[in-house]
């Protein structure tokens, strides 16, 4: 299965609206996680099951979708976002990694 | 905290073979998928391979399915990778990372900082 994550990277103002997309080549449910990724820094999951936040996230991260097309949205940049995120599926337990998207203030 | 600690990292020639190692800590084992996913320097994350808890069901991405075999010896708290074949392509920071499963919703939760595996001649 192939994730198309689009856009590969993005300047926003803080205070902005930041949406990320993610499509799958083929019908993945809800299969589809969200990490964040800074600097010299592990990968840290934000979004599991394309909608449910993982605890301790601040709520101003959401994840929306099923199927083929998901969406993920920061509603309101903060200078700490500043990352790369990637989309992660997992359908039949064989998983692909979107290319990421570099969110820059 | 979980601990991961990867090792086995190394320069070798295409066609060579290596073995990575990551030693785990902190958590019970053998209660979890594992898995190893790479990362190209400054490029994007890719995973790699898949483990249930028993070692029983193994998931491998395509381009090193028949190369690459990844394994666990659960009496030493321990995940491998045992790399054949190797090509400049499979370049990148390894990373072996832990892996959560809710309600039959799965993500890596835990990640080792990497070992390096460089294929040149």
């Known amino acids: 299965i192939q994730m198309t994550q689009s856009p590969s990277s993005l300047s926003a103002s803080v205070g902005d609206r930041v949406t990320i997309t993610c499509q799958a080549s083929q019908d993945i449910n809800k299969y589809l996680n969200w990490y964040q990724q800074k600097p010299g820094k592990a990968p840290k999951v934000l979004i599991y099951?394309?909608?449910i936040l993982e605890a301790g996230v601040p709520s101003r991260f959401s994840g929306s979708g099923s199927g083929t097309y998901f969406t993920f949205t920061i509603s309101s940049l903060q200078p700490e976002d500043i990352a790369t995120y990637y989309c992660?599926?997992?359908?039949?337990?064989?998983?692909?990694f979107g290319q990421g998207t570099k969110v820059e203030i | 905290e979980v601990q991961l600690v990867e090792s086995g990292g190394g320069l070798v020639q295409p066609g060579g073979s290596l073995r990575l190692s990551c030693a785990a800590s902190?958590?019970?084992?053998?209660?979890?998928?594992m898995g190893w996913a790479r990362q190209v320097s400054g490029k994007g994350l890719e995973w790699v391979a898949n483990i249930n808890q028993d070692g029983s069901a193994r998931f491998y991405m395509d381009s090193v399915k028949g190369r690459f075999t990844i394994s666990r010896d659960n009496a030493k708290n321990s995940l491998y990778l045992q790399m054949n074949s190797l090509r400049a392509d499979d370049t990148a920071v390894y990373h072996c990372?832990?892996?959560?499963?809710?309600?039959?919703?799965?993500?890596?939760?835990?990640w080792g900082q990497g070992t390096l595996v460089t294929v040149s001649s």
């Open positions: 099951g394309a909608s």
């Open positions: 992660q599926q997992y359908d039949n337990l064989r998983w692909t």
């Open positions: 902190r958590f019970t084992f053998n209660n979890y998928w």
């Open positions: 990372a832990r892996i959560l499963e809710r309600s039959g919703y799965y993500n890596f939760d835990y």
